[in-house]
């Protein structure tokens, strides 16, 4: 009885073995809240004070004592203009008025590919995503009525400005 499992186990393997490999058609990184922990450890790569006239409205507490440091994980850095899907960026912006910290994930996968795939966030000081009467703060055009991409659509390098 043992000597027919042990073959019936060999010849399922085998005919594993054989089998073509399924495509790898998912390639997609979805953030989470673990995905923004930590980001104060991250790789500072930019930080700017005053007040910035592209910023608007935008990134809040927009004034002379605002300060805004930009933080990405594991040093991401753009390929051929591009950021590879997984990049996650970190802004945190702080004034006298308020502090605020937003964050972007390239998701890839065809997320918003009419806007490079890009999701955005805004998260806690502890990385958690906000939650807004029952909503995550994220997503693309239909985050905060489209003003993250549509300002973002407008950096040169992959709708990051710091590079």
Not at 3 to 27: G, H, I, R, W, Y
Request: one cysteine or more; proline letters at 3%; aromatic letters at 8%.
């Amino acid at each position: 009885m043992v000597a027919v499992l042990l073959l019936s186990m060999v010849f399922v393997q085998s005919c594993k073995d054989d089998e073509e490999p399924e495509p790898q058609t998912n390639n997609e990184f979805i953030a989470d809240d673990a995905s923004f922990s930590g980001w104060e450890s991250w790789d500072l790569v930019d930080t700017k004070s005053g007040v910035d006239p592209a910023l608007t409205g935008a990134h809040a507490g927009n004034d002379s004592t605002s300060v805004r440091k930009i933080y990405v994980k594991n040093s991401q850095k753009p390929v051929d203009g591009m950021y590879p899907i997984g990049t996650l960026i970190v802004k945190h912006m702080k004034s006298d008025a308020m502090e605020m910290i937003t964050a972007m994930a390239k998701r890839g996968n065809g997320f918003d590919a009419a806007n490079n795939d890009w999701e955005y966030f805004v998260i806690e000081a502890g990385g958690k995503i906000v939650v807004d009467n029952g909503t995550a703060m994220r997503g693309s055009t239909n985050l905060m009525n489209g003003m993250c991409v549509g300002c973002h659509s407008k950096a040169t390098t992959d709708y990051v400005f710091t590079e």
